[in-house]
């Protein structure tokens, strides 16, 4: 049985091919058009996941698009009709739009598919699932679990903010539900905008400040008493109310009364890449502290109602990473599962998955250590089809016959403090690069951090970076006694590892803090002593370990630095071209691709170093 899953036309859309339950391919539409979370309809991601199959489009039993936009009209029109008279500006913006285009939208998905060579309305069953339904499908099914309780959070979908479910087998069972307009998922995203980050993108930026926040400090607990007395209301069992007197994102065109926010929380929303202040990262710490009280009491209320020994995250909530280790530290849970693409990218996967299990209602087998392939489920490229982009530019590398001289001279490159874009075999689904689409550097080298946000990611200098650790040495450098493949766990690094922090530490000024050196793996050890850690194992993603298992024999280290291989504003890469190009376009040193090592001293000269600038709009 062969299903396609579609997500399209909010943001991140995305499609995925689901073969027996099995997930074969799965990829962003971002990654084809170069259009960072591009909502238009993902005709490339589908044409690539058709392509991984050898299949025509008239061969699939099933399409299914991840939400049920007549539930999201409903919502839309009587959410107008409960604040009338207020957001006229907004309801003449938003509803010709819906009328166009998302009223129709089965239509319009048919106009689109007919695009495909193969392709005949009527021959191929077509499928809304809602949009919860999709999330919880997608960290359920993957899932190495029998059973498990099912947490879903995001912003909105038709009218659910927070959804508690129950998985068994191949069975989905929804108990509870948060409505709109009560949701944590915009109440981050309120966050976000007042902070002078972008919704929808800018929110893992929120979650990277929080930790120059002040623990403890007056100002942080002003904050967070502000938050639960003016904003929200938070209810035992986790579930919210926001109070709407603050908010704008109901009926309006901005998420927050600014002025309103101004008055109680003392200064205007900072401008987008002004200067941050103390006062911006302690009431980013106060939300983030919030945010998750909330999903604790939200998980504690799963377990409650579903006795289920593992729990499911997803929703884009569940890419809070910080939040999903206090949740684990928490031990609510004998073991937790989170969808790598747990935003909206992954309903594809969801939607698909739930067809195959619930609408078709086949058997579930389940898959160790999951079913999502190390998330690995985008497209590969071949040495010739490598060879041909480097000739269109006139490159020159050295081509490596044996993989393991490869690694071993990599690694001694990073060793000497080398910033090298390593893009190896199929590309990642979801947000994180997870070792076949990365920037890697040294974790021990004091400057990395500096050198890669300001001269290779062209971005804020505050924001951390990840480790890749050999997962068999993760305990010895994190506080963390599980696996973490997908980087959706945050940990403190192990006491043995960090030096001793000065009396005055907090009274520093905050980017004086960002460079003090505190440990041994400086590049990866964020401003609370804490990591997002990506464990990397051998059967999942060999040939990443095997490069740091060389830079480990080399240096007694088993962790480097991974980032994204992209600049600020532009979608990691997919195709060797769109990697060759980053890479002359940085202060990047060396480029691995496949087989292939680019020295950037023995490339032709870059007559367009600066015109990503011009490419990639600033997220």
């Not at 979908?157 to 998985?167: P, V, Y």
């Not at 005055?504 to 400086?522: A, G, H, T, V």
Request: with cysteine; charged share 25%; glycine share 6%.
């Amino acid at each position: 049985m062969k299903i396609l899953g579609i997500s399209a036309f909010y943001h991140d859309s995305a499609a995925a091919l689901v073969v027996d339950g099995k997930i074969i391919a799965a990829a962003q539409e971002e990654r084809f058009t170069r259009t960072k979370h591009d909502p238009s309809f993902p005709i490339n991601a589908i044409k690539y996941c058709l392509h991984a199959e050898a299949i025509n489009i008239s061969e699939l039993d099933a399409i299914v698009f991840y939400d049920k936009p007549l539930l999201k009209f409903e919502r839309l029109l009587e959410t107008y009709y409960g604040f009338a008279p207020k957001g006229v500006a907004s309801f003449v913006t938003a509803i010709p739009v819906w009328i166009k285009e998302k009223l129709f939208l089965k239509r319009i998905i048919h106009q689109e598919l007919a695009r495909l060579d193969g392709y005949e309305k009527g021959k191929v069953k077509l499928l809304f699932p809602e949009h919860h339904l999709s999330h919880a499908a997608s960290a359920f099914y993957p899932s190495p679990f029998e059973e498990a309780a099912i947490l879903t959070i995001d912003g909105v979908g038709e009218w659910a903010t927070a959804s508690i479910s129950f998985g068994k087998g191949n069975t989905i069972t929804n108990i509870r539900e948060l409505h709109f307009p009560h949701s944590v998922g915009l109440l981050y995203s309120a966050f976000t905008y007042y902070l002078g980050f972008t919704v929808n993108s800018g929110e893992y930026k929120l979650m990277g400040l929080a930790p120059y926040g002040i623990p403890g400090s007056e100002e942080v607990n002003n904050f967070i008493q502000i938050i639960k007395t003016e904003l929200i209301d938070i209810k035992d069992d986790g579930s919210v109310w926001l109070n709407q007197k603050y908010f704008n994102y109901s009926t309006g065109l901005r998420m927050v009364k600014e002025k309103k926010w101004e008055h109680i929380f003392g200064f205007k929303r900072r401008e987008t890449e002004s200067k941050i202040e103390q006062h911006h990262s302690n009431l980013a710490l106060a939300i983030q502290q919030v945010t998750e009280e909330i999903i604790i009491k939200m998980a504690g209320e799963a377990k409650k109602v579903t006795g289920a020994k593992n729990i499911c995250l997803a929703g884009g909530v569940a890419l809070n990473c910080v939040a999903n280790g206090k949740l684990l530290k928490e031990g609510l849970f004998d073991d937790i599962f989170i969808q790598p693409a747990a935003g909206d990218a992954g309903g594809a996967i969801g939607a698909a998955l739930a067809a195959h299990f619930i609408y078709f209602q086949n058997e579930r087998k389940i898959t160790f250590p999951d079913g999502m392939n190390g998330s690995f489920l985008g497209p590969e490229f071949s040495a010739s089809e490598i060879e041909h982009a480097a000739k269109s530019f006139k490159a020159k590398y050295i081509r490596f016959e044996n993989f393991n001289d490869l690694t071993e001279r990599v690694a001694q490159i990073i060793a000497e403090g080398n910033v090298v874009g390593w893009f190896q075999g199929r590309m990642e689904f979801g947000p994180r690069a997870l070792g076949n689409r990365s920037i890697l550097g040294d974790a021990r080298n004091t400057e990395m951090q500096l050198k890669l946000n300001l001269k290779i990611k062209y971005r804020e200098s505050f924001r951390p970076f990840a480790p890749s650790v050999l997962a068999e040495d993760c305990s010895s450098y994190f506080e963390l006694g599980k696996p973490s493949p997908y980087m959706l766990l945050v940990a403190n690094v192990q006491q043995k590892h960090l030096f001793s922090l000065p009396e005055n530490y907090f009274d520093l000024p905050l980017m004086d803090r960002l460079y003090f050196k505190r440990s041994d793996i400086p590049a990866v050890t964020h401003i609370d002593c804490s990591a997002r850690i990506q464990t990397v194992h051998k059967n999942t993603n060999e040939r990443y370990w095997n490069l740091i298992s060389k830079f480990k024999k080399l240096t007694g280290f088993g962790v480097i630095v991974n980032t994204s291989f992209n600049v600020r504003g532009e979608p990691i890469v997919c195709t060797p071209t769109d990697a060759y190009r980053c890479f002359m376009r940085t202060e990047m040193d060396y480029l691995v691709v496949g087989d292939y090592l680019f020295a950037k001293t023995e490339q032709p000269e870059w007559k367009n170093m600066d015109n990503w600038k011009e490419e990639f709009k600033l997220d």
